[in-house]
């Protein structure tokens, strides 16, 4: 039982370290546009949207 609760706690961090480094990301790329073109273009910058796929976590059972 104890091995079987390891499993789900190892597969939420790396969920959660997958979450924060997605959000690191998307902050340096929000800073760069920023600081980039400020004033250089007068038309507004395109957004995309991203598919998120969330995924519950899966228990290693090997």
């Known amino acids: 039982m104890q091995l079987s609760a390891d499993f789900v706690a190892l597969g939420m961090h790396h969920a959660d370290v997958?979450?924060?480094?997605?959000?690191?990301?998307?902050?340096?790329?929000?800073?760069?546009?920023?600081?980039?073109?400020?004033?250089?273009?007068?038309?507004?910058?395109?957004?995309?949207r991203h598919r998120v796929h969330r995924r519950a976590p899966r228990l290693a059972l090997r």
């Open 18 to 48: 997958q979450r924060a480094e997605r959000e690191i990301g998307l902050r340096m790329r929000a800073e760069e546009r920023g600081s980039g073109d400020a004033g250089a273009s007068p038309e507004p910058a395109s957004h995309r």
